[in-house]
């Protein structure tokens, strides 16, 4: 069913609501037009709220200009009142506060001493092997944390294709590899070194550096950077 802007939400069968669709869906099934008229509430007599979401991201082309737009600015926009304008303005604010929040508490990595701070408390005592990538940004502060495998006992499968997928997705420009030794001895196998360089080479393909390979043992690690195995 297509709903010309001009139809109140109201109209709209309610699994297509923007109200509904978040309740049984979340928030991220969401469009950026459908969130502003969550936020907007209500519509004018002429006009939805969806209507006037669309005029404000035309106007303003994207949500980071919008979030720069003063109360004034925003009240522009017919139908757009000072209660519209300071809610619309508080969620970007919010938005805003989250982003630079996250950045400032995401660790820095320097060395496998920070990766083996990281990783041991969860990873010593596990049952099976877990092999982990610690996706980085350019500052090589942790973007996230990803289980890439999860092996039986000594054996843990990984494949080029899983991995940097994962560092594709949120265009992360290093990578920090961790996994655990369930015996408790964190010296490498020849596997584990024939696995680092071939993941250190397809990284050097798609642009994302391999940093270092940690092995986590019981209350040690090693560092297959700092052993020599890594070019």
Do not use: C
């Not at 923007?18 to 979340?26: D, F, S």
């Not at 090589?140 to 994962?166: D, W, Y």
């Amino acid at each position: 069913m297509i709903v010309s802007m001009e139809t109140t939400i109201a109209r709209m069968p309610k699994a297509e609501r923007p109200r509904e669709r978040l309740l049984t869906h979340g928030p991220q099934a969401l469009s950026s037009r459908e969130l502003l008229a969550l936020v907007l509430n209500t519509g004018t007599a002429k006009r939805s709220s969806l209507a006037l979401a669309d005029e404000l991201l035309v106007r303003w082309r994207d949500l980071r200009q919008l979030a720069d737009a003063s109360v004034e600015e925003i009240m522009q926009v017919k139908g757009v009142g000072p209660a519209k304008a300071a809610r619309l303005l508080a969620a970007l604010e919010l938005g805003r506060r989250l982003v630079i929040n996250s950045v400032e508490e995401r660790p820095r990595i320097r060395s496998a001493a920070d990766v083996a701070a990281l990783s041991l408390p969860r990873m010593r005592d596990l049952p099976r092997e877990e092999f982990v990538a610690f996706l980085l940004d350019t500052r090589h502060r942790v973007i996230e944390t990803k289980t890439i495998s999860i092996g039986h006992l000594n054996a843990s499968l990984v494949h080029p294709r899983e991995l940097f997928r994962e560092g594709v997705r949120r265009s992360a420009a290093a990578m920090i590899l961790a996994h655990n030794h369930p015996s408790g001895d964190p010296e490498p196998s020849a596997d584990d070194v024939r696995l680092t360089r071939r993941l250190q080479e397809a990284g050097k393909l798609l642009g994302i550096t391999v940093l270092d390979h940690v092995i986590i043992g019981d209350n040690r690690y090693v560092s297959m950077r700092e052993r020599g195995f890594m070019s």
